[in-house]
């Protein structure tokens, strides 16, 4: 297939997202179990212009700092995103200090988001990495605790709560090739999967939402370029069938092209898996994000992952830079006429201000611009 030019992607809105054919498998997520007038109204508002962006920011973002930072500045980073538009929005990991310090909070930030009301203008889902059944049971004894505080995941689809309360997601971490899951999960694939279907389990038990990744999937900084799509789209399938409501795919090094991006969900396709299970997540290591944005767009995707300010590198994947800018991510999109329901300019805002308190530069291309335009104007209402 050619692939379409960039100048012809703006046409996406007049498409319907690409769908799997019928006669494959079609997984039952629980986002499939709802009522009648909450199907209606979904069908309703979902258009195929519409974008859902995931902020990762507080939580992959922040993963890889080597500066100590104070539970106010990582509190405050999710209360400013939480204004902007943005409906998720990673906040932290229940996942062991010893292997990623900088996430030892994770459990204060959980109980600061249930215990204290922020006015924010459309509901937010609120994801935590739950790697194993020990963090599980840590966010788990956090939600019964202030039990009443967040929505469940049928409270949410039924469209419960407008804003009022909180919903909640346990995330697992896969990976798409054995040298990647033992130096990250520290077993190969087989058993990180046996492991992770209690972790799924328990956050249907809670009523949340279960999300997983899969890492590495369009290359391994220890195996190379060349993963296998239709070993991905297997891990894929375990996932969902074990009960995840969504896959993220995850660029980890940076290393995805058009093409193999592109191979990728076909192989995704024809495994029956749906367009509205799949988020991708690509770091800008190579400059090739917003290219491989495109090719997604151009199969029905439409959930990206993103950061502000291009935070983010994984502890575990040497040479990784950060995650696609949500500025960046934004602004590309809504140039194509997708709608992603967020505040462009307060999003730069933060990507400067969080920059900042890590004492980095501001890796937002279009934040940097936007900021810079609006001196320029200032300056110029001034004379």
């Known amino acids: 297939m050619a692939l379409m030019p960039v100048t012809q ?43 859902r962006i995931v902020e990762v920011g507080p939580r992959d973002g922040l993963q890889n ?7 106010a500045t990582k509190i405050e980073l999710v209360e400013r995103l939480a204004k902007t538009g943005v409906s998720f929005i990673e906040a932290g990991s229940f996942v062991s200090p010893k292997w990623v310090p900088q ?11 249930l ?4 006015p924010s203008p459309i509901p937010i889902t609120y994801s935590f990495l739950a790697p194993n059944a020990k963090g599980v049971d840590n966010a788990s004894a956090l939600l019964q605790k202030h039990a009443g505080t967040y929505l469940t995941q049928a409270e949410s689809l039924a469209g419960a709560g407008a804003g009022d309360k909180p919903a909640i997601e346990l995330g697992v971490f896969a990976a798409a090739t054995e040298s990647f899951s033992k130096k990250n999960l520290n077993c190969d694939i087989a058993t990180s999967l046996e492991r992770f279907k209690d972790v799924i389990q328990g956050a249907k038990q809670l009523g949340v939402r279960a999300r997983a990744y899969i890492s590495v999937v369009l290359g391994c900084p220890f195996e190379g370029h060349d993963v296998d799509p239709h070993r991905v789209a297997e891990i894929a399938t375990s996932l969902l069938e074990m009960g995840a409501d969504e896959i993220s795919l995850g660029d980890t090094t940076g290393m995805g092209t058009a093409p193999r991006t592109q191979e990728l969900l076909k192989c995704m ?9 799949i988020a991708m997540h690509f770091h800008d290591t190579y400059g090739q994000a917003l290219v491989n944005t495109a090719i997604s767009l151009e199969r029905g995707i439409r959930i990206f992952d993103s950061s502000v300010g291009g935070l983010g590198g994984c502890p575990y994947s040497p040479g990784a830079t950060g995650n696609v ?14 709608e992603t329901g967020i505040d462009l300019d307060a999003m730069a805002d933060i990507g400067q ?3 900042g308190e890590l004492g980095r530069p501001n890796d937002a291309a279009v ?17």
């Open 9 to 51: 992607l703006a046409r996406l809105r007049l498409r319907a997202p690409i769908r799997p054919i019928a006669h494959l498998r079609r997984f039952a997520t629980a986002s499939d179990i709802r009522n009648q007038s909450a199907t209606a109204q979904q069908q309703q508002q979902r258009t195929d212009n519409r974008v």
């Open 65 to 71: 700092e080597k500066k100590s930072i104070p539970l």
């Open 103 to 113: 996430m030892e909070n994770s459990s204060k930030i959980l109980e600061h988001i």
């Open 115 to 118: 215990t204290t009301k922020r």
């Open 269 to 277: 396709a024809a495994a029956g898996i749906r367009n509205e299970d």
């Open 325 to 338: 800018a949500t500025e960046n991510m934004v602004y590309f999109l809504e140039s194509l006429g997708m």
């Open 353 to 355: 201000w969080i920059s």
């Open 367 to 383: 934040g940097k611009a936007v900021l810079g335009a609006r001196k320029i104007g200032a300056s110029a209402s001034s004379l």
